[in-house]
Nanobody, 124 residues
Framework: QVQLVESGGGLVQAGGSLRLSCTASGRTFSSYAMGWFRQPPGKEREFVAG????????YYADSVKGRFTISRDNAKNTVYLQMDSLKPEDTAVYYCAAVARRFPPRRDYEYDYWGQGTQVTVSS
């Protein structure tokens, strides 16, 4: 069993930055690929970024490539999402997720565990 807790969301102006963190319980964090997803208001949840259990390679949605960076620190059981050059369309609830695989899938139903989500709001 893995419990995930996100933090770091908030309100930011367009062009600003935020860093989300997701800390996992348990001692097998390095056995899980990690993903970040988001759900904009009135829309379905979508893949944002993913990272393999070893820390590489990484995967991004086209909409965030070059602006967002996923990273992980297995010693701290934490995965991060650095979000730069934020746009109003990045406004969403952001979720981290874990799956007991080497590589992160892009489909949300393939993940085993989810955090509670953290709100990110980007004002224009």
């Amino acid at each position: 069993q893995v419990q995930l807790v996100e933090s770091g969301g908030g309100l930011v102006q367009a062009g600003g930055s935020l860093r989300l963190s997701c800390t996992a319980s348990g001692r097998t964090f390095s056995s899980y690929a990690m993903g970040w997803f988001r759900q904009p208001p009135g829309k379905e949840r979508e893949f944002v970024a993913g990272m393999s259990w070893s820390g590489g390679p990484t995967y991004y949605a086209d909409s965030v490539k070059g602006r967002f960076t996923i990273s992980r620190d297995n010693a701290k059981n934490t995965v991060y999402l650095q979000m730069d050059s934020l746009k109003p369309e990045d406004t969403a609830v952001y979720y981290c997720a874990a799956v007991a695989r080497r590589f992160p899938p892009r489909r949300d139903y393939e993940y085993d565990y989810w955090g509670q989500g953290t709100q990110v709001t980007v004002s224009s």
